[in-house]
């Protein structure tokens, strides 16, 4: 059985190979999350970058689904060169999908989708039922 000094030896392991290695190494050997993604929320809308360098156009997907949920599809395709013996291979290929279920409805006919420089922006209105409303303050008798 490991003793509290051991996890303290291997914590500081850890923090020196994430030094020489980055911070990939933070989630323990796992599979890297794909595309990285920021979402967040203003008055108005939701809105999502996702980083996709690498990822033609063609081959995304953006689907918005029971009017409160988002879900990016697509694939990063194999490079066409194939080299003889890889020294470091971090991108990885393949197929892809993120999903994000929001807290209000989206109106589904006015989200937008633009990519430049390898990062895709949506932007989705939040519904009118969904927009703060100014109440007027009637005078009382």
Same mark, same amino acid.
């Given at each position: 059985?490991?003793?509290? #000094?051991?996890?303290?030896?291997? #914590? =500081?392991?850890?923090?020196?190979?994430?030094?020489?290695?980055? +911070?990939?190494?933070? #989630?323990?050997?796992?599979? %890297?999350?794909?595309?990285?993604?920021?979402?967040?929320?203003?008055?108005? +809308?939701?809105?999502?970058?996702?980083?996709?360098?690498?990822?033609?156009?063609?081959?995304?997907?953006?689907?918005?689904?029971?009017?409160?949920?988002?879900?990016?599809?697509?694939?990063?395709?194999?490079?066409?060169? %194939?080299?003889?013996?890889w020294i470091r291979k971090e991108r990885a290929t393949?197929?892809?999908?993120?999903?994000?279920?929001? +807290? +209000?409805?989206?109106?589904?006919?006015s989200v937008k989708a633009t990519?430049? #420089?390898?990062?895709?922006?949506?932007?989705?209105?939040?519904?009118?039922?969904? %927009?703060?409303?100014?109440?007027?303050?009637? =005078?009382? %008798?």
């Amino acid at each position: 059985m490991l003793n509290d #000094n051991a996890f303290a030896q291997m #914590n =500081r392991l850890r923090t020196e190979l994430e030094k020489v290695f980055g +911070s990939d190494l933070k #989630n323990y050997g796992s599979a %890297q999350t794909f595309p990285k993604v920021n979402v967040w929320e203003d008055v108005e +809308s939701f809105l999502v970058e996702a980083e996709l360098p690498g990822v033609n156009f063609e081959d995304i997907e953006v689907l918005v689904l029971e009017g409160d949920q988002i879900s990016i599809k697509g694939e990063r395709k194999q490079s066409e060169i %194939q080299p003889t013996a890889w020294i470091r291979k971090e991108r990885a290929t393949g197929e892809f999908e993120r999903s994000f279920k929001l +807290s +209000s409805a989206i109106d589904v006919d006015s989200v937008k989708a633009t990519m430049r #420089n390898g990062v895709l922006q949506i932007r989705l209105p939040k519904a009118d039922a969904h %927009q703060p409303r100014k109440i007027e303050i009637e =005078r009382g %008798q």
